[in-house]
């Protein structure tokens, strides 16, 4: 995502840097003949011994999600290697490294706001409201790339109905930590700190929207948002916050991120949206990590369940 800060820092370099990675791994898959075959290999590569070594702490009494996708899963080694998460880097390689010795316990969270009564409540109590489920997901970044992750978590709405909003509950915001000793991306002026994301009630709602604290089987790995972060798989990534430390209930429609920083280029709803290029980009396709051919990009990124909540809104400018 580009940053028009001061510094002018275009942290990406969007389509070389994605490029340039898949590139790598064409070439370095190439003896694999055909496609087949590197999906063959990459699925034996994500239950292979190197990638428990890697991982965290094994989460139990995991459900299967009806909303699964079937689709091919990315490997684990690129789904946490290639982040973004402004608090540590803007470089995607940065985070797994910066993020190493980031602590994730203990770990309050705020619920405030439009609620009948204000809670501080820790992570983990947070963590056993409901059973965990394993939702594998598309997941597409505004930058143009996508991966398909088994995030591990419950519908937000499952939170959302223990703190009991009230009437004037019309969205839900989502703050992320602030910790300058911890996050050094914070001391630059890259964005406003700290990160904020939001969603309409009905959004926040839907079944799809995940409050996720696992992926892969295991905790959530500090790159990809531990302890607890969304994921809303027909929006664009970056409508996923992080390190959640509070969740407000507000009236008004609140800012996020991204808007604050472009508002021409990153709005408030995010929908994936093929129809809607960014300013300086189209959004018509999209490249699978560990893949060297473009996809097409759906509609809402293929959630067409989602599409009722927009009946009557222009999703151009809503975008
Ligand atoms: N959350 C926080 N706190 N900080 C961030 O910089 N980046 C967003 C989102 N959530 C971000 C964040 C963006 S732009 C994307 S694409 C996704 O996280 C990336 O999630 P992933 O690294 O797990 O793929």
Redesign the pocket.
Known sequence: ?LIRKSEGICSSEITPKSLYLNRRKFLARAALAGAAAATAWRMRELGSPVTRVLAGNKINGIQKSPFSTTETITPYQD?TH??????FSTDKEG?AELAKNFRTRPWKVKIEGAVEKKLELDVDEIIKMAPPEERIYR?R???GWS?V?PWIGFSLSELIKKVNPTSKAKFVEFT??YDLNQMPGERRDV?EW??V?GLRMDEAMHPLALLCFGMYGEDLPN???APL?MVLPWK????????IVRIRFTEKQPMN??NISAPQEYGFYANVNPHVDHPRWSQAKERRLGEFFKRPTLMFNGYDQVASLYNGMDLRKNF
């Open positions: 995502m789904v290639y982040n973004n998460y402004y608090e985070p997941h970044c505004v930058e991966i992750v992320t930590l964005l700290p990160y994301e790159q990809d948002g972060r664009y990534g970056f409508k996923s916050a992080k390190a991120t991204w």
